[in-house]
């Protein structure tokens, strides 16, 4: 990997259920909005959107399809945070290589998480 695919690489896109864009307080099947954050490994980290979706946990039901409508709105995030993602919702996101990751607290606190994690992973990826 050459140095502009490393930097390339080291820029990525993190969406939080969150109620208010400070706490990580949303279960992600139930949560109808994700604050996406654009992350720099090198840089930080900025607010990128807020994306509206529809919630598709019902009393603990969810319907698949939903499940799988619900993956079109992070193509283009590496990682999902959520206060609770349970298994299935888990295994939808990792197969379209997604990283859901459940990350109770304050954005600052998961954003610096998914930043460790990521870093990590990169160590073993060259």
């Not at 888990?90 to 997604?98: D, F, H, N, T, Y």
Request: net charge negative; proline share 1%.
């Amino acid at each position: 990997m050459d140095d502009v695919d490393a930097k390339k690489s080291s820029i990525y896109k993190v969406a939080i259920a969150s109620t208010d864009g400070e706490n990580v307080n949303q279960h992600y099947g139930r949560s109808d909005r994700f604050y996406v954050y654009l992350v720099d490994d090198n840089e930080g980290y900025d607010f990128s959107e807020l994306r509206n979706v529809e919630a598709i946990c019902m009393d603990g039901e969810h319907s698949d399809l939903k499940m799988v409508e619900r993956l079109s709105n992070f193509g283009d995030c590496r990682y999902v945070v959520a206060s609770k993602i349970g298994t299935g919702a888990s295994a939808s996101l990792r197969s379209v290589g997604i990283i859901g990751m459940e990350l109770p607290g304050t954005v600052d606190d998961a954003i610096l998480a998914v930043w460790k994690y990521n870093r990590i992973q990169g160590l073993f990826n060259k």
